[in-house]
């Protein structure tokens, strides 16, 4: 059973910081695919950040380019996002998320909430 549980959200000044961790567990991840997202009130779920388990390539949505930074620690099978700069539009909950390469997202964690005040 595929396991993602993220941790540390919480409410942040703008312009602070925040990293969140995301523990994965349940399955050998080497050839998939961690992703951030993240839903604010009212909108859809977004696309974050990604980070392949096998290499490390990363990828951002523009809005979250310069200020996250997504990385992994394959001892721990966790992966984390650090963000820098926040902006009260940062505020969702955020969701981490594993699929296969080149598929779909399949497996998603209960979200953790990022507030971040003006």
């Known amino acids: 059973q595929v396991q993602l549980v993220e941790s540390g959200g919480g409410l942040v000044q703008a312009g602070g910081s925040l990293r969140l961790s995301c523990a994965a567990s349940?399955?050998?991840?080497?050839?998939?695919?961690m992703g951030w997202f993240r839903q604010a009130p009212g909108k859809v779920r977004e696309f974050v950040a990604s980070?392949?388990?096998?290499?490390?390539?990363?990828y951002y949505a523009d809005y979250v380019k310069g200020r996250f930074t997504i990385s992994r620690d394959n001892a721990k099978n966790t992966v984390y996002l650090q963000m820098n700069s926040l902006k009260p539009e940062d505020t969702a909950v955020y969701y981490c998320?594993?699929?296969?390469?080149?598929?779909?997202?399949?497996?998603w964690g209960q979200g953790t909430q990022v507030t971040v005040s003006s």
């Open positions: 998320a594993t699929g296969p390469q080149g598929g779909h997202y399949d497996y």
């Open positions: 349940g399955r050998t991840f080497s050839s998939h695919v």
């Open positions: 980070i392949r388990w096998s290499g490390g390539s990363t």
